[in-house]
């Protein structure tokens, strides 16, 4: 990712533009490593997000706001403290370093006007936001501490007084000369990021395709100044991200699908919002898949245990028939004997059966009955036990496939809340009496090409939501056959769909399902009245009757809403 001391320029330039002026409104919090401002400011209100994420550090507007937790935390608490209400007065780069200075000027206690100064450092793992005092120099706070354990040459704490990171010995891209790139022993990209500070691998393997390369620089540092830039992301044949910059790069322009941005913040928060394994969404996602996981291996080796011991029960028959020959035979055996041999009078052959001598014949054979007995009531519990860690497996199946396909971070939170509730996971502690947001459904919303609305569940309660709330008797229910995966509700109400809608709509029960990346997906679909909840069963469990089934591939429709 080329979040290098060139786009930090720009990202700054923009910022100081739109910025300037603007007075801290909220501060919020939404993870430990993030923190969202919203800001009044002569052109309106905008909300400035930072990361000091190590895989996704970076500062820009955004436009929607990311969920927040029940209760701030309690870096969000000091920032209330110290800069709700203050005017922003200078946004710059320090340098050429990927720092970001944002001074403020905000009251004190007493009324007096002091100035403080927020420092976001976009450094990769040592990526950081601090708060300072500049009269003083002294740190306030950060939203990462770095204790002497963790790096004995520099320090970030509170009370400490802050020092930039060491000098890196190279030429900052802004002073970079002629004279200085003829000195160099090679125009190959590596010695050019080796040499030159504040460059990515990506901009330098552009920089060297250029014969005049400072005349190229220049010409990047004067569009950052004018403001002339042509934001753009790169990605795969999968729409997945795979590099940002401020500039056309020319390794990237015929391998990858190129996307233009009317600025440099929409460019930033389009790359990072759909590049899931550099965000937040993908972290949360892993954390509960793995647990999800091992749930379900518990559970898969339950049920071959199961299994097992029902095998056993099931053949437990010769018990019967040893406490049946033993009690025809009782007046031939003697007591204190550890075998006997009878005919089995089934078929006339042999019977050998092993005795306990501590006990008399008819103790043996009422001990074989026993024995019997328990077999049989063992074979239906196991069948009870085994149909409930069926259902288990099943309900966390499909919890593992909306896991797997989300790529949003509040859904992932909403699937996580519900196995809290579920008891799969431990229920989070809310500190400070605050309590926990109400949810609030918010289904995927389609319209089919023929004016229809599909709605689709993003997780198990949505789903129950969706089928025994939203929907009318009338409407269409999907759901893909024996495949973990949304309940799909087609709104055609009293009228009857036509064949097109129940494809796209199947079409759309395949593409949220654990069959996304396969193909002919089996779905099956039925009216809304004929699925019924079974008492006591886990979110999105039903069961229903009357249904059809059609083989469709996975798709959306081409005109989408609420996603």
């Keep these: 990712m080329a979040f290098d001391g060139i786009v930090t320029m720009a990202i700054a330039t923009e910022l100081k533009e739109k910025l300037i002026s603007g007075k801290i409104e909220k501060v919020y919090q939404p993870e430990a490593d993030e923190l969202v401002f919203n800001i ?38 000091l920032l209330r403290k110290h800069l709700q209400g203050a005017r922003i007065t200078q946004v710059c780069q320090k340098d050429c370093e990927r720092i970001i200075e944002i001074s403020l000027e ?29 009269a003083s120099g002294k740190i306030i706070d950060s939203i990462k501490r770095i204790s002497i354990d963790v790096n004995r040459v520099r320090q970030i704490l509170p009370g400490i007084v802050y020092c930039y990171p060491p000098l890196q010995d190279k030429i900052p891209f802004s002073q970079v000369t002629e004279a200085d790139l003829k000195a160099l022993p090679s125009m190959d990209a590596r010695t050019l990021q080796r040499r030159i ?22 010409s990047v540092l004067l569009r950052i100044k004018n403001g002339t830039l042509a934001p753009r992301v790169y990605s795969d044949e999968k729409n997945s991200p795979k590099e940002f910059h401020i ?45 999800v996981s091992a749930q379900l291996d518990k559970l898969h080796l339950k049920e071959q245990r199961l299994n097992e011991d ?19 035979n009782i007046h031939s055996v003697r007591s204190g004997e550890t075998k006997v041999t009878v005919t089995n009078y089934y078929d006339g052959s042999q019977v050998s059966i092993p005795l306990d001598p501590r006990f008399s014949p008819s103790k043996n ?34 919890v593992l496939s909306f896991l797997e396909n989300s790529d949003n971070a509040e859904e992932i939170d909403a699937l996580r809340r519900e196995l809290e509730e579920t008891g799969y996971v431990r229920k989070r ?62 709104q055609n109400g009293k009228a009857e769909p036509d064949e097109k809608s129940i494809l796209a709509a199947a079409a759309i029960a395949a593409y949220h399902s654990k069959g996304r990346s396969s193909e002919n997906v089996p779905v099956d679909y ?38």
């Design 365 to 398: 054979a009422q001990l074989y009955f026993k024995k019997y007995g328990k077999s049989k009531t063992a074979v239906k519990e196991k069948h009870l036990q085994l149909e409930s860690n069926s259902a288990e497996i099943s309900y966390l199946e499909s």
């Design 429 to 490: 502690k809310i500190p400070g009496g605050f309590k926990e947001k109400k949810y609030k459904a918010q289904p995927y919303t389609y319209i089919l090409p023929g004016g229809m609305t599909v709605l689709a569940g993003r997780n198990n309660k949505e789903n129950d939501f969706l089928t025994f709330k939203t929907a009318s008797s009338q409407d269409t229910w999907f759901h893909t056959k024996d495949i973990p995966g949304s309940h799909v509700i087609l």
């Design 40 to 77: 009044h400011t002569k052109q309106g209100n905008l909300k400035l997000f930072a990361s000091a994420n190590s895989s996704s550090a970076r500062i820009h507007l955004i436009d929607d706001s990311p969920a927040n937790p029940p209760a701030p935390l309690p870096f969000c608490m």
């Design 106 to 134: 905000t009251l004190n206690e007493l009324g007096f006007t002091v100035s403080k100064k927020l420092i976001f450092e976009i450094m990769g793992k040592h990526s950081n936001i601090i708060l300072i005092d500049i």
């Design 526 to 563: 039925v009216k809304v009245k004929y699925v019924k909840k079974p008492s006591g069963a886990k979110p999105g469990m039903v069961i229903f009757t009357n249904n059809r089934t059609v083989w469709v591939n996975p798709a959306l429709p081409d005109k989408k809403n609420g996603i």
């Design 310 to 328: 029902i095998l056993k029960a099931e053949n437990s028959q010769q018990l019967r028939l040893w406490g049946e020959l033993l009690t025809a």
């Design 247 to 291: 500039i056309p790069l020319s390794e990237y322009e015929g391998a990858c699908t190129s996307t233009e941005f009317p600025s440099l913040s929409t460019c930033l928060e389009f790359f990072f919002s759909h590049k899931r394994t550099s965000g937040r969404t993908h972290q949360k996602a892993s954390d509960l898949i793995r647990t």
């Design 197 to 218: 500070g504040g460059i990515s691998p990506a901009f330098a393997e552009e920089l060297s395709s250029h014969e005049d390369a400072a005349a190229f620089l220049n």
